[in-house]
């Protein structure tokens, strides 16, 4: 007890608490967390012991009712542990996250590819993890100090490591998005070309998304694929394409989305609209090139000025201020 007491004696001391208090706030977090991802665990159990004592009892059936996740019954034991604790951790998390926050975060993983509910539970059980870290960063740099830093430095560093795991899970899911929509804009000149070239050699539209789909390969084709697959389920094609366009959020899509449906509305040949669509987003992708070429050298800058140019003077300034003072 006096080994921990002495550990937390500099945090208390900066947050102004006595040491006892400091004990009961951290073992009262880990209960917390202990509890949080227990009682999942336990729940799932009872429901197994309950639809064990059922005649003809089958996992596959349970599992279609929606009563358990067959899942859950499968894979080692450290894959449904693991489980278990994210969705426990994750569940825990959405009842502190304000309000809109989860909805935000599954709308980025919409648009990053990733839309499934455990994607989900994975990212809030991340954060939570991240958060919960915190106390024990503070406590590794403050109490510990195994590095010996001193000062501004270990301030410093203490602060960059708290501000990477508050911000380091939504950087990462906001950089998966731009390198989705990055590679969408890059497939959709291509895919429009391809499309075009099909309704003109007289596919239907819906054909002519399929012949895409399996010649281009990609994130594209892939959302292309879904709202095919929910217009056959029987969605109307403006309900899917604005599905779609939604998903993927991206301002060239939308004005493809919007060509079509007017091209619906108006009773305009869709070849004709898909080879407009098509010129204009081949423009667009030049001048997306040009704007990234141009924006290079700025961009250069930054390296040249606090990276190069120190050796440079280094190299050239020293020798001759080496001669100076040994002629003076």
């Given at each position: 007890m006096s080994t921990i007491l002495d550990l937390l004696a500099p945090i208390a001391e900066t947050l102004a608490l006595p040491p006892q208090i400091a004990v009961l706030l951290a073992a009262a977090g880990i209960a917390g967390l202990l509890y949080t991802v227990g009682s999942?665990?336990?729940?799932?159990?009872?429901?197994?012991?309950?639809?064990r004592q059922v005649d003809g009892y089958d996992v596959s059936a349970a599992s279609d009712a929606g009563i358990i996740d067959e899942s859950d019954l499968n894979g080692s034991f450290m894959d449904r542990v693991g489980k278990n604790m994210f969705v426990n951790v994750g569940d825990f998390g959405r009842k502190l996250t304000p309000t809109g926050y989860i909805?935000?975060?599954?709308?980025?993983?919409?648009?990053?590819?990733?839309?499934?509910?455990?994607?989900?539970d994975r990212f809030?059980?991340?954060?939570v993890f991240a958060i919960a870290a915190i106390p024990f960063v503070i406590l590794f740099?403050?109490?510990?100090?195994?590095?010996?830093?001193?000062?501004?430095?270990?301030?410093?560093?203490?602060?960059?490591?708290?501000?990477?795991?508050?911000?380091?899970?939504?950087?990462?899911?906001?950089?998966?998005?731009?390198?989705?929509?990055?590679?969408?804009?890059?497939?959709?000149?291509?895919?429009?070309d391809l499309l075009t070239i099909s309704v003109e050699a007289g596919l239907g539209f819906e054909q002519a998304l399929d012949r895409t789909i399996v010649t281009v390969p990609g994130p594209l084709s892939t959302e292309f694929a879904r709202m095919?697959?929910?217009?056959?389920?029987?969605?109307?094609?403006?309900?899917?394409?604005?599905?779609?366009?939604?998903?993927?959020?991206?301002?060239?899509?939308?004005?493809?989305?919007?060509?079509?449906?007017?091209?619906?509305?108006?009773?305009?040949?869709?070849?004709?609209?898909?080879?407009?669509?098509?010129?204009?987003?081949?423009?667009?992708?030049?001048?997306?090139?040009?704007?990234?070429?141009?924006?290079?050298?700025?961009?250069?800058?930054?390296?040249?000025?606090?990276?190069?140019?120190?050796?440079?003077?280094?190299?050239?300034?020293?020798?001759?201020?080496?001669?100076?003072?040994?002629?003076i």
């Open positions: 999942r665990s336990v729940e799932q159990a009872e429901a197994r012991d309950t639809l909805e935000k975060v599954r709308k980025k993983f919409v648009m990053a590819g990733r839309d499934s509910t455990a994607e989900v809030i059980a991340m954060r740099m403050f109490a510990w100090n195994p590095l010996g830093l001193e000062g501004a430095t270990r301030g410093g560093i203490t602060f960059l490591i708290i501000g990477i795991l508050i911000a380091g899970p939504d950087s990462k899911l906001n950089a998966a998005v731009t390198d989705r929509q990055a590679a969408i804009m890059k497939d959709l000149p291509d895919v429009l095919l697959g929910e217009t056959r389920a029987g969605a109307s094609r403006a309900d899917a394409m604005r599905s779609m366009d939604a998903r993927i959020d991206v301002s060239e899509v939308r004005s493809f989305v919007l060509a079509i449906l007017q091209a619906d509305t108006f009773g305009v040949s869709i070849g004709r609209v898909l080879r407009a669509q098509a010129d204009e987003m081949r423009i667009r992708r030049r001048q997306l090139a040009q704007e990234a070429a141009q924006k290079a050298p700025v961009k250069m800058l930054i390296p040249m000025v606090f990276c190069i140019f120190p050796a440079l003077f280094v190299v050239i300034l020293v020798p001759a201020m080496i001669q100076i003072i040994t002629g």
